[in-house]
Structures are given as C-alpha cells and as structure tokens.
C-alpha cells in the first residue's frame, strides 16, 4: 500500500495567517491527490482534487500545488471557520490511503 | 440533489457481523465507484474498500481481506458494506462515499455516517 505522511500533525495560527500542510507519498502518484476538510463529527468535505483543483464551492484562499511524491496545501489568509482536521489522500491506485491528519487550530 | 443514506447506528457483539446499507439518489448509480471509509473515536480516516457498482468488482484494503465484503444492488441503487468478526477495535463511525470513474476527482459526496459500537 502507499504511504501517506502528513506534516505538521497539528498546527495553531491566527486569523489571516498564511498556513501550509505538506504531504508525501511513499511513491510517485503523479497528480493523484486530494485534500480533505473535516469538523468534528462530520462527514470530511472534499477540498482539492487532483493536486491542484478547486473543488467547486470552495472559497479561492485554498489552493493545492505538487507531484510526484510532495504536495501542498494552502490556505492563503486563514479565516474562523477554517479551524479543523485536514487530510491528504491518494486516488493513484486502491486501496485510496490517507494521510495521518493535520489538525488546525485558529488561536 | 445527490445524497447518499446510510443506515442507523448499530451496537454488536465480538465476534458478530455487521451490515451497513448506504442509499444513493440524485445521480446515475452505476457511472460511480464507491468506496467506505471509518473513523474510530478521536483517530484519522481509515480507508476500507471500493465497489464498483455496475460491475460488482471490489478492492479492499490488506487490513480487511477476509472480513470485509462490499455488494451492490442496482435495482435499489445501494452499496452494502458487511464486516464480520467484529472486535472492540472496530467500533468506529462508518462512511460511504462515491468517486466519478471517469476523471481525478475525488470522494465527492459522503454519507453521514453510521456508529457502530462492538460491546460485550
């Protein structure tokens, strides 16, 4: 199976903030990644598809870039309602892993 | 509007099985994989399977060969997710979610979930 390692694993930051969540996977899934937005005791919300999409409905702050084994994702001025755990996860081949979760805290 | 519905909340025993029933509307059935996903309390997404429902081919993660069987029913337009020997560690809320076959897009649209708590 492929590995997804996520960095930081949590993270505090203020209110328009610029913050960054990386992830890597143990081997090449080229474009084949997908971030994740979940609030406790909610389904997750998909956020990013193919490293670099904007879900439609998604506000523009979040934006996702990478290949290969290295992604990121962005968010460029953090807002109140971003708080939350994000998780990266690859579709290159089944089964579809998931990172471990960067939990984000607004301070 | 598309929306998947799973079935409530289930409280086994070990060493039981359990059957979740996700319900899909809004969208043509057979033109999207499903996968299930679980989270136990307080700990990160944990990938299970995928069905493709037109042709009734599954993967599932290495964790679960053996315990795990994922159906579909086109008639109904609903994915079953069933796993047996059930343990503690299994207690876990329990999603559906759909992904186009056709493009990189994602899991789009997720059930609410379904708890399933395995207490003696």
């Known amino acids: 199976d492929i590995q997804m390692t996520q960095s930081p694993s949590s993270l505090s930051a203020s209110i328009g903030d610029r913050v960054t969540i990386t992830c890597r996977a143990s081997q090449s899934i080229t474009s084949y990644l997908n971030w994740y937005q979940q609030k406790p005791g909610k389904a997750p919300k998909l956020l990013m598809y193919?490293?670099?999409s904007l879900e439609s409905g998604v506000p523009s702050r979040f934006s996702g870039s990478g290949s290969g084994t290295h992604f990121t994702l962005t968010i460029s001025s953090l807002q109140p309602e971003d708080f939350g755990t994000y998780y990266c996860q690859q579709s290159y081949t089944s089964p579809r892993t998931f990172g471990q979760g960067t939990e984000l805290e607004i301070k | 509007q598309v929306q998947l519905v799973q079935s409530g909340a289930e409280v086994k025993k070990p060493g039981a099985s359990v059957k979740v029933s996700c319900k899909a509307s809004?969208?043509?059935?057979?033109?999207?994989?499903m996968h299930w996903v679980r989270q136990a309390p307080g700990q990160r997404l944990e990938y299970m399977g995928i069905i493709n429902p037109s042709r009734g081919g599954t993967t599932y993660a290495q964790k679960f060969q053996g315990r795990l069987t994922v159906t579909s029913d086109t008639s109904t337009s609903t994915v079953y997710m069933e796993l047996s020997s059930l343990r503690s560690e299994d207690t876990a809320v329990y999603y559906c979610a759909r992904e186009t076959m056709v493009t990189n897009s994602g899991l789009d649209y997720w059930g609410q979930g379904t708890l399933v708590t395995v207490s003696s």
């Open positions: 193919a490293a670099s």
């Open positions: 809004g969208y043509t059935f057979t033109s999207y994989y």
